[in-house]
């Protein structure tokens, strides 16, 4: 939520109140920049606005930024150039450029420790810890406020010693460690009240609100929330008002108020783009978008979740949402294989934030600096403090070991949880597995079962008619001599007869598909068809002859014959053509008449003969497409021969 974005206004360095867009100071500033002709003066002033456009308007911070180091460069003012370097590391912070505010900030340390200024030295590490934990690096960056706890500490700066508070409950509270955070948050409270400091009052208020709203206290919560927007609509502050106005409506959209959440987030967005909060950006489009996919609206969803990568995204953390709700989007839509991308993706993130030995330095971290204070104190009360630090060694140890073992249970519940799932997935492909081998081995015997068939129907008409047609013809012959006219007539009919049920053998058991290849016996069959029937059929071959089995070769011959036969049978066409080519290890089969169609989504159109094409293409894993008109009917066929190869 508000996090850290913008605490570091409040430090100590140009700590004066930073009032709304019309503020007098600016005012005055802006008139005494017109008028004066002092360079360092305007140099001054240069540096000094910017600083209080930090919030307001990115641009024209840096634009008197820009203005103040050329002054200061021109003067050779090394101070001038250091706090210079100071600003830019903390506008290139708010706007997302983490690398470039860091390189900064080292720029205006090496200054202030050659000065041995403590208070610049602490105020710069601050800044340092807050970039750090942007990043979602949490060691350094409770590394870094350590260390300026304790310079604040002995210079008793009150004010400081509670932003610092602040920002070390932020990081407890990114990895879950809620008493811990709000212990830190309680102490920085009752600081900033104490000092009616209202700025760091509002960041300690809306840190609070989202422990308590990672907690489900929505009460607390919400009541933390709008006391922040309060305070930050009091002092104009702009990136404040965004921020409120996102975590507000991150409540809202965990009450699943989706559509006050939905105004919220947009309020925000405006608030967001129009000033330049570049570093905000992705996560307040994340949350449109997750709220789109919660109000089922899928494809606003997607806009602006695929919008929110192309955003500058600051940190670990928010990569780790986005991914999560691109998850969610795509599993309510039931795109699985999608879901289960971003899901492995949200948590590689989340376990980097949370890894063990990250745990494990930010409490040795915790435990040094504790010692540090208790040493520091030990002047005065040493027996006291000593058997103090014991005891509470002794519970921090005891919390560890809870932690511990809570966490091991977690981890086995995680363990035990995948292996289950990994083995039940496993089984669930064994199943469909042998189901579809079920389905191919019932389509093969089918299949076998009516080759057998017509192998015994053409050998019967073979050896029992055409054998009966023939002893008939030799009858008659022998007695030509008597009527030789109606015999000739006779012997002629019984010839045709004859060839008839040769090339009826022939088309359900053809010699060319046994003897030569699945080409030849179709340009064959074509040819038989030619000559017993009107319709003129054209065969055309294009690509090499494919190398198939002896199955495959018998089952996309009789889905050419069936789709023939249709042709002639059923759609009364006059041409048909029929074309056959093989490339790239796929085999295409056309066949084209100009009949009279039919409605192909009509399922009585269906008949056994469609019935057996289509057994016959499930069996070749392949793929059929029908167009079917007035004009005529065409059948495209897509034969993958890697798949027709795994049979």
Not at 6 to 14: D, G, H, Q
Not at 370 to 387: A, F, P, R, S
Not at 453 to 479: F, Q, W
């Amino acid at each position: 939520m508000k996090s850290i974005q913008i605490l570091f206004i409040f430090c100590l360095f140009f700590s004066s109140n930073i009032i709304g867009q019309n503020n007098p100071e600016m005012d005055s500033l802006s008139k005494v920049l017109h008028t004066s002709i002092n360079q360092t003066e305007k140099a001054k002033i240069h540096n000094r606005l910017a600083w209080l456009y930090l919030t307001k308007d990115i641009a024209i911070a840096k634009s008197h930024l820009d203005s103040s180091m050329v002054l200061y460069s021109a003067l050779k003012n090394e101070r001038g150039k250091a706090f210079c370097n100071y600003k830019y590391g903390v506008l290139y912070r708010l706007t997302g450029k983490y690398d470039s505010a860091i390189n900064y900030l080292n720029k205006h340390l090496s200054y202030v420790k050659s000065k041995n200024d403590s208070l610049n030295i602490a105020n710069v590490t601050y800044q340092k810890g807050v970039v750090y934990s942007l990043q979602g690096n949490y060691k350094k960056s409770l590394n870094e406020y350590y260390k300026i706890l304790n310079i604040y500490q002995k210079l008793k700066d009150s004010v400081s010693i509670g932003f610092t508070l602040n920002s070390i409950g932020i990081v407890y509270k990114n990895l879950n460690k809620y008493p811990q955070a709000i212990q830190s948050f309680d102490k920085a409270v009752s600081i900033h009240k104490a000092q009616n400091d209202l700025p760091n009052l509002a960041n300690v208020y809306n840190s609070l609100g989202s422990v308590y709203a990672e907690q489900k206290q929505y009460d607390k919560a919400i009541d933390c929330f709008y006391k922040t927007l309060e305070i930050d609509k009091r002092l104009h502050n702009n990136l404040g008002i965004a921020i409120n106005y996102k975590d507000i409506g991150t409540l809202l959209l965990e009450k699943k108020q989706y559509k006050k959440a939905l105004l919220y987030f947009t309020k925000s967005y405006k608030i967001i783009t129009s000033n330049g909060f570049d570093a905000e950006k992705a996560a307040i489009l994340g949350k449109i978008g997750a709220t789109y996919t919660a109000l089922k609206k899928y494809g606003k969803a997607k806009e602006f979740l695929t919008k929110s990568f192309t955003a500058k995204i600051p940190s670990k953390r928010v990569y780790k949402d986005l991914h999560y709700h691109l998850y969610n989007l795509y599993y309510q839509t039931n795109n699985y294989k999608k879901a289960l991308e971003h899901y492995k993706e949200y948590t590689n993130y989340k376990d980097s934030l949370l890894n063990k030995t990250n745990l494990k330095n930010i409490n040795r971290l915790q435990i040094q600096f504790e010692t540090q204070k208790k040493d520091n104190e030990i002047i005065k009360q040493q027996l006291q403090l000593e058997q103090k630090n014991q005891e509470i060694q002794k519970k921090k140890n005891q919390t560890y070991l809870l932690m511990g073992l809570a966490g091991f249970f977690l981890i086995s519940t995680i363990f035990l949880w995948s292996i289950f799932k990994q083995r039940q997935k496993r089984k669930n492909q064994e199943i469909a597995m042998l189901k579809r081998e079920h389905k191919i081995k019932s389509l093969e015997l089918l299949i076998e079962g009516e080759e057998n068939e017509r192998l015994r129907i053409a050998k019967e008409l073979h050896d029992g008619v055409n054998g009966d047609l023939s002893a008939i013809k030799y009858k008659l012959t022998s007695m030509q001599n008597e009527n030789n006219k109606t015999i000739d007539e006779a012997v002629k009919m019984i010839d045709n007869s004859c060839k008839q049920v040769r090339a009826i053998s022939h088309n359900l058991v053809p010699p060319s598909l046994k003897n030569f290849n699945v080409v030849e016996a179709t340009e064959i069959f074509c040819q038989n068809m030619n000559a017993l029937h009107k319709p003129h059929i054209t065969f055309q071959h294009i690509g090499g002859i494919p190398k198939i089995n002896k199955k495959a070769k018998i089952n996309i011959f009789r889905i050419i014959q069936e789709l023939i036969t249709n042709g002639i049978k059923h759609a009364n066409a006059t041409e048909i053509d029929v074309q056959l080519s093989c490339r790239d290890h796929h085999i295409q089969i056309t066949v084209e008449d100009n009949g009279k169609g039919f409605d192909t989504s009509n399922k009585k159109n269906n008949g056994i003969g469609l019935q057996n094409i289509q057994s016959r293409i499930e069996y070749l894993q392949a793929n059929i497409d029908v167009i079917s008109n007035n004009k005529g009917t065409s059948y495209t066929i897509e034969i993958n021969l890697n798949k027709l190869n795994d049979h």
